[in-house]
């Protein structure tokens, strides 16, 4: 997979929704009903971050939910990308971006959203043909402003903001021209996880999804 192509496939997923639910999933048993919940309130774009010995077999639950798109977050190595692919995630989302990284994403036909901190992380990615990208933490990178200032001299690369993101700041991220949506977890809540109300999620995800950008 060339870059150009990833990001044209990472971009087609940032527009499904005006956010990404970011997942931290402990009980891969309640993945399946999370992922239908959260689709059911119009975020179909999901990201399970690799940070539980429960996430892989999470994203293989969710990639069978009919109208979801179950990416893999978290990418540190070439091992991730693989088990990635394998569970069947869709895409694959990175906090930094290594030539390794790319590669083995690349190479496994992952498009990857790979994470940006400072000018220099944007313009490495533009010159090897990405367009879009993670801006990551954004909000202890400056937040809105910080990412309104790169579209100045990048106007080429298009962002999905992650880090300290709420309901009360995405408004902030989706008007800025350079923004194709946002990345957060308050969503999908533990408690409410953890009390399998998902119809509490799904109105969570109904009044993220109607943000508008």
């Known amino acids: 997979m060339t870059p150009e192509h990833a990001s044209e496939l990472t971009a087609r997923v940032c527009a499904l929704a005006p956010v990404v639910p970011v997942l931290v999933i402990e009980d891969a048993a309640s993945a399946a009903d999370l992922a239908r919940a959260l689709v059911?309130?119009?975020l179909p774009a999901l990201e399970v971050t690799l940070r539980t010995p429960a996430a892989l077999e999470a994203i293989r639950e969710m990639a069978g939910v009919e109208g979801g798109v179950v990416g893999a977050g978290t990418l540190l190595t070439e091992r991730d990308v693989e088990a990635a692919k394998e569970a069947g995630a869709s895409f694959g989302v990175s906090p930094g971006a290594t030539d390794r990284l790319l590669d083995a994403a690349e190479a496994n036909d992952l498009p990857l959203l790979a994470g940006t901190a400072t000018?220099?992380?944007v313009m490495r990615l533009l010159e090897r043909g990405y367009t879009t990208a993670k801006f990551f933490p954004a909000e202890?990178?400056?937040?809105a402003p910080a990412l309104k200032a790169l579209a100045a001299p990048?106007?080429?690369m298009r962002f999905c903001p992650t880090g300290g993101i709420g309901l009360g700041n995405a408004r902030d991220y989706l008007s800025l021209p350079n923004t194709l949506c946002v990345g957060g977890s308050w969503v999908?809540?533990?408690d409410l996880v953890a009390a399998g109300d998902w119809d509490g999620i799904a109105a969570l995800a109904a009044e993220a999804a109607a943000l508008p950008r």
């Open 40 to 42: 059911r309130g119009g």
């Open 119 to 121: 000018a220099s992380d």
């Open 140 to 143: 202890a990178n400056g937040g």
């Open 154 to 156: 990048l106007p080429q």
């Open 188 to 190: 999908a809540p533990k």
